[in-house]
């Protein structure tokens, strides 16, 4: 067992402060707390000032390093960055550095966004499946509350089907997302009718289970295996009479149409998207808003009856076509 590190640099508080605030805040910070106890002995064997976070040692700890892997210093120059928002938002004196210029990259797959008559369909069929085998089969209990999931909250499969029953508030509508991409967890409010569906769903499913239990209980480690699941959606897309290729549609364009739907519904409303684009970007878990801002764009681009209405007001935060490739992959 490795020995408790000890933090000695004259802002040695602040560091461990700063990590305890983001881990309340659900990150798991573990690669960030090596580079900050690196900084906190950068900042010792410099003898920087209490209460203090100079331009100079920032920039030589950011930037001082030779041949490294821009990713790396990415990593670590954000790092600095919050430290810094909350060393200054504590009265300290405090440089932030600024984030280097990165290109916007689109998708290696280009996203599928259903049209509303799509989605019908698909639910359609999810809801009317028969099977033809006679074994017992919870399908057509937990596909109809699975798929409403993924487009009606914008979630990963994964994330749906890591959920457990503890994970589900039935009084508030709220589903707790753990340790989700970028380590994160959230909390997901979900619509009143998908709130009902779920109260339905664990009164047949779950009346006796534990908090731990799976949500989605299966064979695979008490859970469903996501492969399962797509080659379902396989047989409701032919059913529903969407062509499949090699390139999609997936499971996760599901969470794109929601963007793009959540999005063109609060661009009709004339809502200012400035102001709504941080809040999207917390429900769907994106570390930044770069994932979120693409799909100004992707919306744009599918709706030409708005396009002027967005890109006079937001043209200045949609990317351009073109620059590159998208977090978001997955099926």
């Known amino acids: 067992m490795r020995p408790e590190y000890l933090w000695k640099s004259r802002i040695s508080g602040y560091l461990t402060e700063f ?21 906190d002995q950068y900042c010792f064997r410099h003898e920087a000032p209490e209460a203090a976070l100079p331009r100079e040692a920032v920039e030589e700890f ?52 259903y049209s509303e008559k799509q989605l019908k ?21 937990t596909d109809p509350l699975i798929f409403r999931m993924l487009y009606g909250c914008g979630l990963r499969i994964s994330e749906v089907l890591k959920l457990t029953v503890g994970d589900v508030d039935l009084d508030e509508g709220i589903l707790r997302i753990r340790q989700s991409k970028n380590n994160k967890d959230r909390f997901v409010p979900m619509s009143a009718s998908l709130t009902q569906r779920c109260r339905n769903y664990s009164s047949t499913m779950h009346k006796f289970s534990s908090l731990d239990s799976y949500y989605f209980p299966g064979l695979k480690d008490g859970r469903y295996d996501p492969n399962t699941i797509y080659r379902r959606f396989r047989q409701y897309l032919w059913k ?37 684009l941080p809040y999207l970007a917390v429900y769907l878990g994106h570390s930044d808003f770069t994932g979120t801002e693409y799909y100004l764009r992707l919306t744009a681009d599918l709706y030409p009856e708005i396009v002027s209405k967005m890109e006079l007001t937001f043209g200045h935060i949609i990317p351009a076509r073109g620059e590159g490739q998208h977090e978001e992959t997955s099926k």
């Open 19 to 39: 990590l305890d605030t983001m881990r309340l805040a659900g990150y798991k910070y573990e690669l960030q707390e090596r580079w900050l106890r690196q900084l």
């Open 62 to 113: 950011c930037y001082g390093r030779g041949h490294e892997f821009q990713g790396s210093r990415l990593v670590r120059i954000r790092i600095v960055k919050k430290l810094a928002e909350y060393m200054e938002t504590s009265g300290c004196q405090a440089f932030v550095p600024p984030l280097p210029e990165r290109a916007f990259r689109y998708p290696r797959h280009q996203p599928y966004i």
């Open 121 to 141: 369909d698909i639910f359609t069929q999810i809801d009317t499946w028969e099977e033809v085998t006679q074994k017992r089969n919870k399908r057509k209990i």
């Open 240 to 276: 529903a009479g969407i062509s499949h290729s090699g390139n999609g549609p997936r499971l996760q364009d599901f969470r794109h149409t929601y963007c793009v739907h959540r999005l063109k519904k609060w661009v009709l409303n004339g809502h200012e998207l400035s102001n709504f």
